[in-house]
């Protein structure tokens, strides 16, 4: 099993230039999440989808959307880069029931807005 | 809002020490407390913890949890050069299980 995928591994942007991060599992988990990661402050948490067909607001959504496309794929969306999204992201998923809260991660995406 | 604070921010010790990292927390409808080592790429899964007192270990790693007092440690013995990395804490809360972390612990092992 491959786990979490993650495509691009690396990106450059310029201001104002849009791009979609792709984010796949194959563990038939529910739920999935889209963390970035800066130095200093940790993961946080941009959106999430509890379950295939909802998604939700994390600590910081401002500057992008998501969409749930399947159980499989959740993807993020930057409409207007801007160099305050310079981050590494991650794609998290979970099973989203019973009772472990364990989410798996991707490898990420490095992402570079000039 | 929910807050993980972690401390130390780093550490350095030698090969063969003991190491203990700490991690506290105020969130609301908490479900548990997780482990995680992240060494340049992804976090990797360690522990997760849901009751007071109970010790989970795995191998020379060891946590334990006190929900009264909102905190939690973990343990490294007889650290080894592949224990650097940096340590995550996280809290799962809420009914979508959403993950709140620390800014995380640097360690360092040196040989």
């Known amino acids: 099993n491959a786990g979490v995928t993650q495509t691009p591994k690396f990106q450059v942007l310029k201001t104002g230039q849009s791009m979609t991060l792709q984010c796949a599992q194959d563990?038939?988990?529910?739920?999935m999440y889209w963390y970035r990661q800066d130095p200093g402050m940790g993961l946080r948490l941009i959106y999430y989808?509890?379950?295939?067909?909802?998604?939700d607001k994390g600590e910081v959504p401002n500057g992008y959307n998501v969409s749930r496309l399947n159980k499989r794929e959740f993807s993020l969306r930057l409409e207007s880069a801007a160099p305050s999204q310079t981050s590494v992201y991650f794609c998290?998923?979970?099973?989203?029931?019973?009772?472990?809260?364990?989410?798996?991660f991707g490898p990420g995406t490095r992402l570079t807005v000039l | 809002e929910d807050k993980v604070v972690q401390s130390p921010l780093s550490l350095v010790v030698h090969e063969g020490d003991t190491v203990t990292l700490n991690c506290s927390y105020e969130?609301?409808?908490?479900?548990?407390l997780l482990w995680y080592k992240q060494e340049k790429k992804a976090p990797t899964f360690l522990f997760m913890l849901?009751?007071?007192?109970i010790e989970k270990k795995s191998g020379r790693l060891s946590s334990i949890l006190d929900k009264k007092e909102l905190f939690s440690i973990l343990n490294i013995t007889a650290t080894q050069t592949g224990d650097s990395a940096v340590y995550l804490c996280?809290?799962?809360?809420?009914?979508?299980?959403?993950?709140?972390f620390g800014s995380g612990t640097q360690l360092t092992v040196l040989p």
């Open positions: 996280a809290v799962s809360s809420g009914s979508a299980r959403q993950l709140t």
């Open positions: 989808s509890a379950s295939e067909g909802t998604t």
């Open positions: 563990m038939n988990h529910n739920s």
């Open positions: 969130v609301t409808n908490f479900r548990s």
């Open positions: 998290a998923s979970s099973p989203g029931q019973g009772s472990t809260d364990t989410q798996y």
């Open positions: 849901t009751s007071s007192g």
